[in-house]
């Protein structure tokens, strides 16, 4: 079992920027796939970024490539995002997710991850 932790939300207006964090803890492993996935009132979830946690490729949206950045510190057990250039669109509920599959295809398929989060909020102001 593993456990996470989300932090790091709050109200910013647009064009600022916020980080968010993930702390993982239980049966964590060496290197494993985590995302972050988001998910607005009245929308589906979508996936946002993922990474494995021993490094290697990482995996954006593409309506926040050039914006988001996804990283890992091994010795905190934490994932980060930090989040740029905020659009009042990145309003959302964000979750961290871990134990996915972090290839081109599969992703962004949050039923492929087998832990999560309870969410942090973000909310972006015009």
């Known amino acids: 079992q593993v456990q996470l932790v989300e932090s790091g939300g709050g109200s910013v207006q647009a064009g600022g920027s916020l980080r968010l964090s993930c702390v993982a803890s239980?049966?964590?492993?060496?290197?494993?796939?985590m995302g972050w996935f988001r998910q607005a009132p009245g929308k589906e979830r979508e996936g946002v970024a993922a990474a494995y946690t021993g490094g290697g490729s990482t995996h954006y949206a593409d309506s926040v490539k050039g914006r988001f950045t996804i990283s890992h510190d091994n010795a905190k057990n934490t994932l980060y995002l930090q989040m740029n250039s905020l659009k009042p669109e990145d309003s959302a509920t964000y979750y961290c997710?871990?134990?996915?599959?972090?290839?081109?295809?599969?992703?962004?398929?949050?039923?492929?991850?087998?832990?999560w989060g309870q969410g942090t909020e973000v909310t972006v102001s015009s």
């Open positions: 239980g049966s964590t492993y060496s290197s494993y796939c």
């Open positions: 997710a871990a134990n996915g599959h972090c290839s081109d295809e599969y992703w962004h398929l949050g039923r492929l991850f087998d832990y």
